[in-house]
Nanobody, 126 residues
Framework: QVQLQESGGGSVQSGGSLKLSCAASGDTRCMAWFRQAPEKEREGVAVIDSDGNTRYADSVKGRFTISIESAKNTLLLQMNSLVPEDTAMYYC???????????????????????WGQGTQVTVSS
């Protein structure tokens, strides 16, 4: 089945950049990045389908870029102009359903089977 492995997290100063990657195997029709900060609920960050169509959370639009390195089946998240509010555990995820089913907050429908990576910590210092 689907297996995901994130990497690339770390600590940077405000204004810095990080690039996250998620090695994937199996059928991943829609892939996404989520994040969860302490005492906050999980939020969708960005989604991308197999055709390269993307959607972003308003909080990261213009600063983050989600993409797929097709040859390696790797999901990428380029994060620029980072701010302390971006500090969170970041998770990659995949579903076998179309991204068009993802609703408010870029969250998949409750009936969908979601495959999760183990997470990678991103910390941005002011």
């Amino acid at each position: 089945q689907v297996q995901l492995q994130e990497s690339g997290g770390g600590s940077v100063q405000s204004g810095g950049s990080l690039k996250l990657s998620c090695a994937a195997s199996g059928d991943t029709r829609c892939m996404a990045w989520f994040r969860q900060a302490p005492e906050k609920e999980r939020e969708g960050v960005a989604v991308i389908d197999s055709d390269g169509n993307t959607r972003y959370a308003d909080s990261v639009k213009g600063r983050f870029t989600i993409s797929i390195e097709s040859a390696k089946n790797t999901l990428l998240l380029q994060m620029n102009s980072l701010v302390p509010e971006d500090t969170a555990m970041y998770y990659c995820a995949a579903t076998r359903i179309s991204c068009s089913f993802y609703g408010p907050g870029l969250l998949p429908p409750s009936w969908a089977t979601v495959y999760w990576g183990q997470g990678t910590q991103v910390t941005v210092s002011s």
